[in-house]
């Protein structure tokens, strides 16, 4: 028998049945498990520390229609906000290289990684990171901010997160098919522009650093934010914008802002 999960928060539209009594103060994400058999089990878990904004109204619409689709199991997953899985591990083929010296591995996206879809999309041209080892890949959600739009997904319990989106250009301008970062605009109009893509919210007031950097003659805008902690890389190749966001909560901010830094600063289009 095979199943398909989907991962709901509390806010989804999918949630219309009554809310069961709990105690003040805790958000309570109901879990649901429905089969080909006639059992139908309802559980309640307690959901971790919020990660990441709401979903817009889009993708509650695709996981409505995904969960109405199967009887799919539902659950609550602490720490991951509103997610519907894109199958198991859809499009995720390994990219990762043997740890170097230091212990750190080199993420390239594989050349026949799936992806590419949508209006004014072409063939991904790959990326690379850098990212210490014990950072492993997870899965990409068609309900995540920024939806099918994020092309992958990186994480360290104990460190940190990380994600790349990657944008179709025609989405800003119709004559960039060979387009630069440059070319879209100034580190001030990108992170304007762009940086509520990342962390879901106007980020007047919280950029704490810029810098331009340049790699094989691409340029690269690095910007550092605060609250919530985030690095974000940002440039254009193609027919793209790539945006490449590190982030972490405070007390791995505090611990691991170093490697965090380095991971962010090492993103490259190859």
């Known amino acids: 028998m095979s199943s398909t999960t989907l991962l709901f928060s509390p806010s989804s539209s999918l949630f219309l049945t009554k809310p069961s009594p709990v105690a003040k103060g805790r958000t309570v994400v109901a879990a649901v498990r429905c089969s080909s058999g006639p059992s139908l089990s309802v559980g309640h878990e307690e959901e971790g520390e919020r990660e990441g904004v709401a979903m817009v109204g889009r993708r509650r619409a695709l996981a409505s229609a995904a969960a109405a689709v199967c009887g799919a199991p539902v659950l609550g997953f602490a720490g991951r906000g509103l997610a519907a899985t894109q199958g198991l591990l859809a499009g995720r083929i390994p990219g990762l290289s043997e740890p170097d010296g230091n212990g ?40 995540d901010l920024g939806g099918t739009e994020i092309d992958l997904r990186f994480a360290n319990p104990k460190e940190g997160r990380l994600f790349v ?13 060979d387009a630069t970062i440059e070319k ?9 522009a762009f ?20 790699h094989s003659g691409r340029t690269y805008y690095q910007f550092e934010l605060e609250p919530p902690h985030v690095f974000i890389t940002a ?22 802002y170093k490697d965090l830094k380095q991971i962010a600063e090492s993103f490259r289009v190859v």
């Open 235 to 256: 440039t254009a190749a193609g027919n793209r914008l790539y945006l490449f966001s590190v982030t972490a909560n405070g007390l791995q901010w505090k611990r691991h």
């Open 165 to 177: 989106i990657v944008a179709p250009v025609r989405r800003f301008a119709d004559d960039l098919d």
């Open 195 to 214: 940086g509520p893509e990342v962390i879901g919210e106007n980020v007047e007031g919280k950029v704490l650093s810029t810098a331009t950097a340049e």
């Open 184 to 192: 879209i605009g100034n580190p001030e109009k990108v992170i304007t």
């Open 104 to 143: 750190w591995r080199t993420y390239r996206r594989p050349d026949d990684k799936s992806g590419g879809h949508g209006v004014g999309w072409s063939p991904i041209i790959p990326y690379s990171f850098k990212v210490p080892d014990g950072w492993d890949e997870v899965p990409v959600s068609i309900a």
